[in-house]
């Protein structure tokens, strides 16, 4: 066993936050922890921690395991590269190693030369101890395994030399992560960490957890992680844990029947404990009734009672719990044609996020918007609502639109507002009005007196929702309005948009979000706008349809107009052109043939076997890098040829 709590309790302040938290967790579980915001579960990571102490109940963790925390926001440290955060779990590697370089400065004098043969031979015993030391902790591959873990989630090579504290808090979550990764705990304790990592990045986190040695507790919303990553899932609820052996589907039909079981069982508790109390009042009845009072009815009575009294009362389960109350409609109707994108570019100096970007979204679509971190969709977004200026091209928007922005965030600092007042001003309705709205998304008594600047992520993104509502905009435009948004939240606002008869354009990385709400989807990748007509697993298959080409080296090639002024031209012009057309595609076999080489090469480098193989490793790497020129050379001709 590597984790037991039994009977944990837990107060912040006044406030009873953990009752009776009783949990088991064997080496090497996966292990889901999931409940609505607010339930204990950071608190319980915190005990986990040893960050703070139960106030009643034990804790064992098996002796001498390490545990490894992400945080939903990092901890800072002050004038520290992004490399200097990524090479901390590799802090005693780097003591050694520069204790190795001072052996060997130390020793390439001869012992003749130092005149010490006794010294000379301590410091040959002490650099071999070190290396076999630097070597078992992993050091010779050390620069190897962090590229590795940097690049599958995203964190790219330019950005090692930045300040860990000029990130954004997106980056900083990533670092983390890698950091914690790199450190390879024994049970690692993982706070949100799909959140803030594009798809690609979730899709290689998976993976890697999946081959994970250790033990790993998550806690989670993002229901296809939660599927395809645990198989076990506790759930906190009203301060108790109930464990569900399984992945997030079984844990649903699990607790579906577990809860009318319960239910089942409480009527039937109920209809004998009625009908004992009956019983009592009718013996009750009868004994006062004889003439004179027969006491064998009243004892009778009385043992009855007793009885009724050392039944253990079963609490009537809550079959639904409330969640917020969204409930979207549009004031008037747009045109058909609500929003145009034509010949779209954007550039930031030489770099160019897209080119020639043409599309339309029509009423009632409900589209969403794909990309890695950095393909351009926030400044798509930003371009749509006229925040930013085209490099060229035009967004227009149709007649009658009114559109309502979710925009991915943080709380307003500074101000000294509180919720009640925040809504208020934004929607301009009167106290009581308010206080009434506000309680359908979830902000009940004291809770609308709150700091605006003081809420979590889950309930600033419901008091957005509740003033989004209140606008009534016939399109919608929302930047990753899942995130922070605890299950029943996210359930709720997805039964609110197929509710909604307006349009819907949505940036997400949910893809549970994205396979129940898509209708259409767009792919922003390498400056071009792909359009793929259905839901998240519509999308699924035309990316291994695409990937199944690419490794078979075919190719699609855009339509090339043959039609152009120089039709008059000589013929040995076209003979030139048809030769041209034909280097084209030779090379683009090359550039398919190349890059699907280094494909293998780095799902070959992800096997934990060979990544834990320095030797090996090594030679995978100098082979890829050489597979890597050869593709930028390539590229180049390519590039030059067009």
Known sequence: MMIQCKNIQKYHGAELVLSDITIDIRAGEKVGLIGRNGCGKTTLFHLLKGNESPDQGQISIRKGARIGFLAQVPTETVNNTVYDELQKSFALPIEWQVRMSELERWMAAEPVHTGNQSDYDQWLQEYGRLQEKFEEAGGYEMDATIDRIASGLGIPVEQYDRLFTSLSGGEKTKVGLATLLLENPDVLLLDEPTNHLDMSAIEWLEQFLLSYMGTIITISHDRYFLDHVVTKVIEIEDGEAISYHSNYSGYQKEKEARLLQQFADYQEQQKKIKKMQESIKQLIDWGNRSNPPNPAFHRRAASMQKALDRIQKLKRPILERKSMDLQLQQEDRSGKQVLMISKL???????????????????????????????????????????????????????????????????????????????????????????????????????????????????????????????????????????????????????????????????????????????????????????????????????????????QGITTNSSIDTKDAGDTKKSSKASDKRNSASSLVSWESQIAKAEDELQQLDHQMLNPEISRNADQLFLLQQERDEIQQQLDTLYEQWMNAE
């Open 345 to 551: 570019s954007k550039s930031y100096g030489n770099r160019t996020l897209f080119h020639n970007l043409n599309e339309t979204l029509r009423y009632g679509e409900a589209t969403m918007l794909l990309g890695n971190n950095g393909s351009g969709k926030s400044t798509l977004l930003k371009l749509i609502l006229d925040q930013e200026s085209p490099t060229s091209g035009e967004v227009t928007i149709g007649s009658r639109v009114s559109i309502g922005y979710l925009a991915q965030e943080q709380t307003p600092q500074g101000g000294k507002q509180n919720v009640l007042q925040y809504f208020k001003e934004e929607v301009g309705m009167e106290e009581g009005e308010a206080r009434g709205q506000l309680a359908r998304f979830l902000f009940y008594g004291s809770d609308v007196f709150k700091d605006v600047h003081a809420l979590s992520g889950g309930e600033w993104t419901r008091l957005r929702f509740a003033i989004l509502m209140y606008m009534m905009p016939n399109l919608l435009i929302l930047d990753e309005p899942t995130n922070h948004l605890d299950i029943d939240s996210r359930e709720a606002l997805e039964e609110a948009l197929e509710e909604f008869s307006g349009t819907l354009l949505a940036v997400s990385h949910d893809r549970y979000f994205i396979n129940r709400m898509a209708r259409k989807i767009w792919v922003l990748e390498q400056g071009e706008l792909h359009v793929v007509a259905g839901n998240f697993e519509d999308y699924k298959e035309e990316r291994a349809k695409l990937a199944t080409n690419h490794s």
